[in-house]
Structures are given as C-alpha cells and as structure tokens.
C-alpha cells in the first residue's frame, strides 16, 4: 500500500520565479493537507484541500496557492519565490476528519537562492 | 488561538535510563498526536490520542492524553540509541482540521 508521495524530492530556484510541488495522498485518503517546515522548527499549516476545494488556510500569503484534482492528488505553487520561501514543504493527507491520523510524505526540500 | 509548547527543547540521556516529555495546549481540543522526525526526514506517526485519559504504548514508548489538564505525555522506557529523534506533538481543534504543532523535543540518547 503506497503511502502518501511528494516530489520532486529537492529542487533549487532563484528569486522571483515561481514553483510547483506535487502529492499523491494514501490509498482510501481523501484530504490533503500542505505544511511549511523552516529549519529548525515545526511545521506550519498552509491549506487543506478537500473535494478540489480549499477547506482551511494557515497565515500564508496569497502568493501560496493550491489544487486539488479529482484522484485527490494536490499542487502546491508558490510565485514570486523569497529567499524565506527556502524550507521543507510536507504534504500529508488523511480521511475525512483525521480521525485515524495523518500521514506525511516525504517532503520536498526547496532552496531559493 | 491554539499554542502548543513542549518541553524540554532539548534532551540528553543514558541508555537505559526513563524519561518523559511534556506537551501543554491551551484551548480545548479533540485530537492530539505524536510524531517522530529523523534529521532530513519526513514526520513518522507514532501515536494517536482521542479522549480522555487515553493511553497508547508502542515497544519503549507511552503516550497519554489528559483533556483536562491540556496535557499529553510520551514517556521513554530504557532509552536505547535508535530512540534518538525529534519528537513533536500537535493538537487539533473542535471543527478545525490544522494540526498545530509543539515546538519540538530533539533527543539524543547516549550510549
């Protein structure tokens, strides 16, 4: 049973351009959840997309925005890249209500430079 | 707003010896877990807590869940190396699907 797949797994971008990172939830999952991971730290809620729709939002700026298809699988994008944008992003999907827990890919670790 | 502190932010032990680490959350909330993190790698679920007084133990680790106090536990019995990790909790609120996370317990166990 695949669990929950992120990729690319590492990906370097300059300043100002713009990225994509992709998810497959779990087998049976059908909420997908985005957080930021800064070194050091814990990780930050971003959005949670349910039914192709954002469900929940996190303090993230608008240039943080995402998508859910039909299968459940999600894109996050980010636009106009910050050097503070340099961080681990994790995807983590669960049924409806997380009642059995949520469980993480193995997260995409982005460096802006 | 949901806070979630841990502590201690750091910790060092023995081999062999117990410990506990302490998660304290400060509005009413329905779900909690615990997560393990490798240096680089992604977040393990170890357990998850859904009422009162729940008690769940896996090998040489325990969590507990009082909704009262706003306070889980996850106590460590005789430390071995492979134990050695980031240790994170996060809360869930009523009607509320983010996981908010601790500030996180790096431990690191000495032979």
């Known amino acids: 049973d695949a669990g929950v797949t992120q990729s690319p797994t590492h990906l370097i971008k300059t300043r100002g351009q713009q990225v994509t990172l992709r998810c497959s939830p779990k087998?049976?999952?059908?909420?997908v959840s985005w957080y930021q991971q800064a070194l050091g730290q814990g990780p930050q809620f971003i959005f949670q997309?349910?039914?192709?729709?954002?469900?929940q939002r996190g303090n993230f700026p608008d240039r943080f925005s995402g998508h859910q298809f039909p299968n459940y699988s999600s894109e996050l994008n980010v636009n106009a890249l910050l050097l503070g944008d340099s961080a681990l992003y994790l995807c983590?999907?669960?049924?409806?209500?997380?009642?059995?827990?949520?469980?993480f890919g193995s997260g995409t670790r982005l460096t802006v430079v | 707003e949901l806070k979630v502190e841990q502590n201690p932010l750091f910790l060092s032990m023995q081999e062999g010896k117990n410990y506990t680490i302490y998660c304290n959350y400060s509005?009413?909330?329905?779900?909690l877990y615990w997560y393990r993190q490798d240096p680089g790698k992604s977040l393990e679920s170890l357990f998850v807590?859904?009422?009162?007084?729940a008690v769940k133990q896996e090998g040489r680790l325990m969590a507990s869940l009082d909704t009262k106090a706003r306070l889980s536990t996850l106590h460590i019995t005789a430390a071995v190396h492979d134990l050695s990790a980031t240790y994170f909790c996060?809360?869930?609120?009523?009607?509320?699907?983010?996981?908010?996370f601790g500030t996180g317990t790096r431990l690191t166990i000495i032979p």
């Open positions: 983590a999907s669960s049924d409806t209500g997380g009642t059995y827990g949520y469980t």
């Open positions: 087998s049976g999952h059908d909420t």
């Open positions: 997309y349910y039914e192709e729709e954002e469900r």
């Open positions: 509005t009413t909330s329905d779900r």
């Open positions: 807590l859904l009422s009162n007084g």
């Open positions: 996060a809360v869930v609120n009523f009607g509320n699907e983010k996981l908010t």
